[in-house]
């Protein structure tokens, strides 16, 4: 899409308990919940809750992201 329109901004939402957020502002994975000696067995009640979202796939490394927000689901 950006090949054909520059001015396209591709934002990624991210909900509670993914470290995704973190990886495209800071380029650190992990989201300060998972601190060592911070990190709680269930730290969200969230949904989306246990489907890899602190992992980073080949798609998504070469993916090209302007910007990043947290949300809730």
């Known amino acids: 899409m950006k090949e054909k329109n520059k001015n396209i901004k591709i934002i990624l939402a991210d909900p509670e308990g993914s470290g995704l957020f973190n990886k495209v502002k800071y380029g650190v994975l992990f989201t300060k919940q998972e601190k060592e000696g911070y990190r709680l067995r269930n730290p969200f009640d969230t949904v ?24 809730t689901d």
Request: hydrophobic share 45%; no cysteine; net charge negative.
């Open 48 to 71: 989306v809750e246990g489907v890899g979202l602190n992992r980073a796939t080949a798609n998504f490394d070469n993916a090209t992201l302007d910007d990043a927000f947290k949300i």
